[in-house]
């Protein structure tokens, strides 16, 4: 994987783990800010998955 694809998916990664942490500091969007969450962490794991492709390990 190459750098700036990693940096973005672990950014989206740390990113949705914050929002889960203030998840219940925000009175009224709890579910919202959470599902926020889910969706970034579900983003940051879909691009090395599917994003960038197999790579042929010659194996």
Not at 4 to 21: D, S
Not at 28 to 45: N, P, T
Request: with cysteine; net charge negative; proline share 5%.
């Amino acid at each position: 994987m190459s750098v700036f694809p990693f940096l973005v998916a672990m950014a989206l990664f740390v990113f949705g783990m914050w929002l889960f942490g203030i998840a219940d500091a925000v009175p009224g969007f709890e579910a919202l800010v959470f599902f926020g969450g889910i969706v970034c962490v579900s983003l940051a794991l879909a691009i090395p998955f599917n994003v960038l492709g197999r790579r042929e390990s010659g194996v």
